[in-house]
């Protein structure tokens, strides 16, 4: 049997209260889907800075499995988090999918979204999202043992959305030194990345 202390270990570490830690702290950008209410705007730009913020985490995850290598120790934390990347992607595309979501019920007209959709703001933002559907949707054991050695190269598309979700972002954002703030710190993680891979090999699964 199972002492209290390894059951209470085990339900922290638990995928469900995982989710329940990336997504309650962004609780207020949820509160769009129950309150006829709600102010769009604000909801869009609410989940949309968390979208980012667990891409970013996300994007981390490698850089910080080698610094682990580097400095030794906490490598079965490294595990854990080498385990959770996918989650944290589909945490991103989660509120992502809010983000589009506010936007549609704020414009309220398909005619209005289509004349969005020529627009640069817009039309890039709708390929990002599109990479995050392909990304959300591939992020299982199924089609990580159908695709093979494919599915990795397919992740690879988390770069360009990433890239053209901040674009578009700087695209409509009114204070544009934000936008640029934003882009530097996602742009952290692969910068530090090439030094760290050279230093030792990642934590493997």
Request: a positive charge; hydrophobic letters at 55%; glycine letters at 6%.
């Amino acid at each position: 049997m199972w002492s209290p202390m390894a059951l209470l270990q085990a339900t922290v570490q638990s995928v469900p209260v995982f989710y329940l830690a990336m997504l309650w702290p962004g609780q207020s950008a949820f509160r769009g889907l129950w309150n006829a209410d709600a102010y769009y705007p604000a909801l869009m730009f609410d989940s949309g800075v968390w979208s980012v913020w667990l891409l970013i985490a996300t994007l981390s995850v490698t850089p910080t499995l080698l610094l682990i290598n580097r400095i030794g120790g906490g490598q079965g934390f490294g595990r854990w988090l080498l385990r959770r990347r996918r989650h944290l992607g589909l945490g991103s595309a989660t509120y992502a999918a809010l983000h589009l979501w506010y936007y549609l019920a704020d414009e309220r007209s398909l005619t209005a979204v289509l004349f969005d959709m020529w627009h640069l703001e817009f039309a890039v933002a709708w390929l990002s999202f599109a990479f995050f559907v392909v990304l959300a949707l591939t992020s299982n054991n199924w089609s990580v043992r159908r695709l093979g050695r494919k599915w990795k190269s397919l992740h690879l598309l988390v770069y360009p959305a990433a890239a053209l979700a901040l674009w578009h972002w700087y695209l409509l954002d009114w204070y544009v030194g934000r936008s640029i703030f934003w882009c530097c710190v996602c742009l952290a993680p692969l910068l530090v990345r090439p030094a760290l891979r050279r230093m030792r090999r990642p934590i493997q699964p």
